[in-house]
Structure formats: C-alpha cells, structure tokens
C-alpha cells in the first residue's frame, strides 16, 4: 500500500491552504505498504465581534487527490476530523466515492465541517467574555483507498492553528454634512 499527500487547500473564514493527494498502491495478498508526502499548513483564523453573537465556527477543506495502484481499488473516502489534541481528534465531515473498479484515479472534493460536532469543542469555547479567546485547534486530513471492503492504504496530515475571536464594543463613527440653496418657482 503506497500513497502520498503533496497538496491540499483548506479554508478557515477567509485562510486558505493548498493540499493534494496522490497515492500508489501495491497489493500483493496481504502485503501493502504506503508514503506520505507533502504539507499541510493552516494558517490562523480571526474575526473580531462587534455587537454580534458567535453561533458557529467551521473549517472546510478542499482536497485533490490522485491515486495509481497495480490492482483495482473500489472504493476511497476522504475525511477531516478535528480536536483540541493529536490524540482525540472527532470526525466533522467525510466524502465517500463507492464502485469505482479502477487503478487510478484523481479527484477534488470539498470537506466542510463544525468544529462544535467535536466533543473537545463548544461554542462557549470561543466566545470571549471580554477582550480575546484563542484556542488551538488540530486538524487531522485523511484519506483511505478500499479494496473489496479493506483499507489497503490510507494516507494524514495533521497541523495544528489557532482559532482567535476578539469581542469589542460597538463603535460608528458618523460624518455629515450638505449644502443647500433656495429654488424659486414661479408661474406663467
């Protein structure tokens, strides 16, 4: 089992980040082996509150991948799956491609996802009281080719960024200001 992850794109409000997956994949009986390629980088997302209500924070992803294999795959899936730690990470969103019957095979699909459906994430969590929240998130990308119904390769990429919401008072700041003239009418 062989595969490698060389770009991918992923967007936190208006931070983007570039992913690609490309995968080689070798069975022989049981025997599979896999690499890993690539960055996976998301920068910092932050938004600042003025006289407005948090109700949800999102990551979404959008994932190209390729794979090539010397034997039939028939099915992948991509996931992205999100935590406050490596170690519990909970799946947010998942794409799935079944029937596939072929050796290679390139694609690009959207994962998009609430960092609330993770148990270590609650909209409490990032909602300032006062002043600024930041909390550090870890994202966790990955990728699985089947073959009659077994993961042969499976590719991730974890990075960790931080989300920040600034909580300020409200301000507008008003300029007026006009001329005016007078206007006879006057009638035949």
Same mark, same amino acid.
């Given at each position: 089992?062989?595969?490698?992850? *060389?770009?991918?794109?992923?967007?936190?409000?208006?931070?983007?980040?570039?992913?690609?997956?490309?995968?080689?994949?070798?069975?022989?009986?049981?025997?599979?082996?896999? $690499? +890993? %390629?690539?960055? /996976?980088?998301?920068?910092?997302?932050?938004?600042?509150?003025?006289?407005? &209500?948090? #109700? %949800?924070?999102?990551?979404? +992803?959008?994932?190209?991948?390729?794979?090539?294999?010397?034997? %039939?795959?028939?099915?992948?899936?991509?996931?992205?799956?999100?935590?406050?730690?490596?170690?519990?990470? !909970?799946?947010?969103?998942?794409? $799935?491609?079944?029937?596939?019957?072929? !050796?290679?095979?390139?694609?690009?699909? $959207?994962?998009?996802?609430?960092?609330?459906?993770?148990?270590? /994430? *609650?909209?409490? !969590? /990032?909602?300032?009281?006062?002043?600024? +929240?930041?909390?550090?998130?870890?994202? !966790?990308?990955?990728?699985?080719?089947?073959?009659?119904?077994?993961?042969?390769?499976?590719?991730?990429?974890? =990075?960790? /960024? %931080?989300?920040?919401?600034?909580? #300020?008072?409200? =301000? +507008?700041?008003?300029?007026?200001?006009?001329?005016?003239?007078?206007?006879?009418? &006057?009638?035949?």
């Amino acid at each position: 089992m062989s595969r490698d992850i *060389s770009r991918r794109r992923v967007v936190l409000g208006g931070a983007t980040l570039a992913t690609a997956t490309t995968v080689g994949i070798a069975t022989t009986s049981n025997n599979a082996s896999a $690499t +890993v %390629d690539g960055d /996976f980088t998301i920068p910092d997302g932050e938004t600042v509150l003025a006289d407005q &209500t948090l #109700e %949800d924070v999102r990551l979404a +992803v959008d994932a190209s991948y390729q794979y090539q294999s010397n034997a %039939d795959i028939h099915q992948v899936e991509l996931e992205l799956h999100v935590g406050a730690t490596a170690d519990t990470p !909970d799946l947010i969103a998942r794409h $799935t491609r079944d029937d596939l019957g072929t !050796d290679e095979l390139a694609g690009n699909e $959207t994962l998009n996802g609430s960092l609330m459906s993770a148990s270590d /994430f *609650s909209i409490s !969590d /990032f909602t300032p009281s006062n002043g600024e +929240v930041r909390r550090t998130v870890v994202a !966790d990308l990955r990728f699985y080719a089947l073959r009659n119904g077994e993961a042969v390769a499976d590719a991730n990429h974890i =990075e960790t /960024f %931080d989300v920040i919401v600034k909580d #300020e008072e409200l =301000e +507008v700041n008003v300029t007026l200001g006009g001329e005016g003239e007078v206007v006879f009418e &006057t009638g035949d």
